[in-house]
């Protein structure tokens, strides 16, 4: 049973590149949530879906966007990548949005 | 103020202690609150989820909620060398519009 698995595990882009954020979800869980954590800030939320079908946007959604490819999968795009987004994403799910979050191993994304 | 707080530490304790771990949040209507173990280059892990006033306890941990006075504590009894990591913590309220927010975390070094 793996969980929540997020690919790729590492990633360097350049300024301007973009990237998609892949995350899958075995837990038959309804919603799903994308954060980043930086030193210092704690975790904060970019999007989530709370089930198959909805998005919206968390505290800091500027130059992400995502999509609920199933129920299963949940991916975060970059678009143009910027040196502010280099971070550590994580991807979580949930059974429901009341429910705990469990959590994804985590990229670690740096923007040259 | 910040929706959640925590201080950041790093809090020591030495080996068999019991560490107290503290949270305060802002959003009086909050009704979910969760702590996690994130160790260091790894992601968060659940520990304990708390709904009602009053202790909760699971093998060495405890979780208190105080709603009036609005702060959630976890207490680590027989601290192990292992406990050592940053706890987080996350409250769920209609003012966050139903989803987590996530405190900076508690970094806790337990000393051998």
């Known amino acids: 049973n793996a969980g929540v698995t997020q690919t790729p595990k590492f990633q360097v882009l350049k300024t301007g590149q973009s990237m998609t954020l892949q995350c899958a979800q075995d837990m038959n869980h309804n919603s799903m949530y994308w954060y980043r954590q930086d030193p210092g800030m704690g975790l904060r939320l970019i999007y989530y879906s709370a089930s198959e079908g909805t998005t919206d946007k968390g505290e800091v959604p500027n130059g992400y966007n995502v999509s609920r490819l199933n129920k299963r999968e949940f991916s975060l795009r970059l678009e143009s990548a910027a040196p502010s987004q280099t971070s550590v994403y994580f991807c979580?799910?949930?059974?429901?949005?009341?429910?705990?979050?469990?959590f994804g191993d985590g990229t670690r994304l740096s923007i040259l | 103020q910040k929706e959640v707080e925590q201080n950041s530490g790093p809090l020591s304790v030495p080996e068999g202690a019991i560490a107290s771990l503290n949270c305060t949040y802002s959003?009086?209507?909050?009704?979910?609150f969760f702590w996690y173990r994130q160790y260091s280059g790894k992601s968060p892990e659940l520990i304990m989820s708390i709904y009602s006033n009053g202790d909760k306890e699971d093998g060495r941990f405890t979780a208190q909620l105080n709603k009036a006075s609005q702060y959630v504590s976890l207490l680590i009894r027989d601290s192990q060398p292992s406990d050592s990591a940053t706890y987080l913590c996350a409250v769920r309220g209609d003012n966050y519009g139903q989803n987590f927010v996530f405190g900076p975390g508690t970094r806790l070094s337990v000393l051998p």
């Open positions: 959003d009086r209507g909050s009704q979910s």
């Open positions: 979580a799910s949930s059974e429901a949005t009341q429910r705990p979050q469990h």
